[in-house]
């Protein structure tokens, strides 16, 4: 037995007027949709291609941005750089940059550090268009005398230091965003 029906197929004749303006309608509204989510995530996860400089998209440079402060910061807040040393770099001035900030803080700041934080990879902070920059809290630094003599029972008014390591874009951007590290120094009276 057939069930064909010739007479049912010659009667309808395709999508009416409305059905097609609502299937264009979501057609578009669903590339759209695809469009702004493809454009939002690309800015999170790779460099465009029209950026030419070492930048490797935000998260990633974030990542190797907060690695790169992190030894900054162990370096610093130890005792053995003293306040001496400190307030000289935060005074240092290097060409046009603000006072403390620095392209090359293990050169500029004369820091014993690998001249690329992380040495399996070529990124360095000024390569991917970032400032490293060091800036003191309200929280001052007392000398170190004060904190061993309170540190033995003393009743002496001394705090640690509190200071933070900044890492500015030359541009602020949904890209590049600014990075900062709160430390305390020295270490061990924190």
């Not at 939002?40 to 190797?64: A, E, P, V, W």
């Not at 293990?106 to 014993?112: E, G, N, T, V």
């Not at 268009?129 to 170190?144: Q, R, W």
């Amino acid at each position: 037995m057939n069930n064909f029906k010739p007479e049912v197929l010659k009667d309808q004749s395709g999508m009416s007027l409305v059905e097609m303006i609502i299937s264009i309608t979501l057609l578009s509204l669903f590339f759209t949709t695809y469009a702004s989510f493809v454009r939002i995530s690309s800015r999170f996860n790779n460099k465009q291609l029209t950026d030419l400089n070492n930048s490797n998209g935000l998260l990633i440079d974030h990542h190797y941005l907060f690695l790169t402060l992190e030894k900054y910061s162990d370096l610093l807040s130890q005792p053995g750089m003293t306040l001496h040393d400190i307030n000289n770099i935060k005074q240092k001035k290097v060409g046009n940059l603000p006072a403390g900030c620095s392209l090359s803080p293990q050169i500029d700041w004369d820091l014993p550090i690998n001249q690329k934080p992380l040495p399996a990879n070529n990124w360095a902070p000024s390569n991917a268009g970032y400032v490293i920059c060091l800036k003191s809290s309200s929280i001052v630094e007392s000398s170190l005398s004060d904190l061993v003599s309170k540190s033995k029972g003393n009743s002496i008014d001394a705090n640690p230091g509190l200071y933070y390591l900044l890492a500015l874009p030359d541009e602020v951007s949904i890209e590049r965003l600014p990075v900062r590290k709160l430390f305390c120094r020295p270490k061990p009276f924190c």
